[in-house]
């Protein structure tokens, strides 16, 4: 096991300590086994204490699958004392010992390597929060993806039917290594099942066997991790690796940080009721959601149809926490990420403690009607991770836009205008301005915000192409004075608007608009329109009567997107 690593039980004694503790905290492990681990140590917390006073395992005896990640500071290979990530977890092996496990790294190298790898596990995972209709495909994508993002070189996910508990499906992902070689020695789904059962959320740890259980087997290493939902036992996931210095505690973020998107898929995909998906509407709602968020325009939160006032939120922090948690659509993110976030200068302790008391005025914003001892199941956290809980009763605006937009594009490439249209309205009439455009200064939001706004634009000029082909003329005008107030720097549509315009026989605005044009692009850009819009600008100029009737092709002058070219400079002809 690569790293410092060390082992203890439930009183804190250490039972185990590794090569690499020995040379990076400087004690030979004949000299530490038996002594508490804060006595071998000699970590403090950012505040100066001993660490052992603000340890959680030091409280109390933590559940199975309970995993900690904290700030101490410690001498590190016989230097001066630095600040380094313990990680802590505790697990059962086969032999069902119980221990927690310590993992001790510096924290720059904790944070460029351990946050990347959950980045992209959760990259991976999020894919399942995407509507299909082959679930098994999209299962099957984040299985072969996790191996990677663990430092591993096989993974397997065994689905259990809820009600028997029994196996009924088998993924697996063994990259380049022959899966006969992994898996031959590996207990089977049933084996796996039945252990797995009595452990209902606790990780298992399948350490190297020294060469008795397993000296046929080439995997060394196994973590499995049980998944439920709602209540019950629905699937067993695991990490394989070959080699003996597995880092164990990166892989066990890894898997800590899938777990909860993961869990949430399967209750869909397995406990849900039947039909469920074909008494969707159109506008992707069974009846109205308990709590909406909207994102376009100024952030708004409606609960039972009612708005939030900002007031609910006695802290304005909570409301930024609720826009961070809802811009990540139930994606995970680790409360570290958050402090830094929303506190980037404060204290690490004292941040910790703030996210605490934020988290719990957001959970009785939302639902006011929470017990003391309810967690709320709006807002989740699971372990060092927060997010937010998707389901039927919550309702994101985005995600409705994106939802009608693929629609769109679907009902336009099977041809059924009528419907691709009305798919389009709807989808336009929820872009009520820019994303999160209360936040117009915050990093985070800045990226999605563009992407958004590409999306909506795309789409609008789409609808303009298929608006006139149905003979909807008017309404093709107003769908490009919507692009134009998005951005108005797209030449192509202004080009098409003139277009349009002409052909409604309102030929004074066409040329209203290529003046418009013009000075828009002189002055934002210092260059004239190009060569398309001169042309079309010369043939309306030209044109006796109003261009009512015209035989034309709008689509080669005028469509939006073509010919946003930028090169001519002011003053050339």
């Not at 009183?11 to 040379?23: D, F, K």
């Not at 940080?257 to 709602?285: H, I, K, M, T």
């Not at 680790?334 to 929303?342: D, F, I, N, P």
């Not at 997107?561 to 400079?569: E, F, H, K, L």
């Amino acid at each position: 096991m690569p790293g410092a690593a060390f082992a203890v039980d439930d009183g804190l004694t250490i039972v185990a300590w590794n090569s690499a503790a020995e040379r990076a905290l400087g004690q030979e492990t004949s000299a530490v086994l038996g002594l508490p681990c804060y006595e071998a140590i000699h970590a403090v917390d950012s505040s100066g204490r001993p660490c052992y006073e603000s340890c959680p395992l030091a409280r109390q005896t933590p559940p199975l699958g309970w995993a900690h990640s904290r700030a101490l500071k410690a001498r590190w290979r016989g230097g001066a004392p630095v600040y380094v990530d313990c990680f802590l977890m505790r697990c059962s092996s086969p032999s069902s010992e119980m221990r927690s496990l310590g993992f001790v790294t510096p924290l720059g190298v904790a944070d460029a390597k351990d946050h990347l790898r959950v980045l992209s596990a959760l990259e991976a995972v999020h894919s399942l929060a995407t509507p299909s209709t082959d679930a098994m495909h999209q299962l099957q994508a984040v299985v072969s993806a996790l191996p990677e993002a663990a430092g591993a070189e096989a993974a397997e996910l065994v689905l259990l039917d809820p009600e028997t508990g029994a196996p009924h499906a088998l993924l697996r992902w063994t990259g380049g290594v022959p899966e006969k070689s992994l898996f031959d020695a590996w207990p089977s789904a049933a084996e796996l099942a039945l252990l797995a059962s009595s452990r209902r959320d606790g990780l298992i740890v399948f350490p190297p066997a020294g060469g008795t259980e397993r000296a046929e087997a080439q995997w060394r290493w196994a973590l499995t991790l049980p998944v439920s939902g709602g209540g019950q036992f629905l699937g067993i996931l695991t990490l394989l690796s070959t080699r003996n210095r597995f880092a164990v505690g990166p892989a066990a973020r890894t898997l800590f940080s899938v777990e909860g998107p993961l869990s949430l898929f399967l209750r869909r995909a397995l406990l849900d009721a039947p039909g469920a998906a074909e008494s969707v509407s159109l506008n992707g709602r069974r009846g109205r959601p308990s709590v909406e968020f909207h994102c376009f325009g100024q952030f708004r939160v409606m609960r039972g149809g009612q708005e939030l006032h900002p007031r609910r939120f006695k802290r304005r922090k909570s409301l930024d926490l609720l826009k961070i948690l809802v811009a990540r659509r139930g994606r995970p993110i680790h409360r570290e990420a958050l402090v830094e976030l929303l506190w980037p200068d404060a204290d690490l302790d004292d941040a910790s403690n703030n996210l605490r008391v934020v988290l719990h005025d957001l959970r009785h914003a939302l639902e006011p009607d929470l017990q003391p001892t309810q967690s709320g199941s709006l807002i989740r956290g699971q372990r060092d991770l927060v997010y937010l809980e998707r389901s039927d009763t919550s309702w994101i605006d985005v995600e409705e836009f994106e939802r009608l937009a693929r629609q769109f594009e679907e009902c336009s490439r099977e041809g059924r205008i009528d419907a691709a249209l009305q798919a389009g309205r709807h989808a336009l009439a929820l872009y009520r301005g820019e994303y999160l455009e209360d936040e117009p200064y915050t990093d985070w939001c800045t990226l999605e915000r563009e992407r958004l706004r590409e999306a909506y634009v795309s789409l609008a000029q789409q609808m303009v192409v298929l608006l006139e082909r149905d003979g909807e003329v008017a309404e093709a005008i107003q769908t490009c004075r919507m692009v134009l107030a998005a951005d108005a720097l797209r030449e192509g549509t202004h080009r098409h608007l003139m277009g349009l315009l002409w052909q409604a026989g309102r030929k004074g605005e066409a040329l209203r608009q290529y003046h418009l044009c013009r000075e828009l692009l002189v002055r934002e850009l210092d260059v004239v329109p190009d060569e398309e819009t001169e042309s079309l600008y010369q043939a309306i100029l030209g044109q006796s009567g109003n261009g009512r009737g015209q035989s034309r092709n709008l689509a080669q002058v005028g469509e939006p997107g073509t010919s946003d070219r930028r090169s001519r400079p002011a003053g050339i002809a």
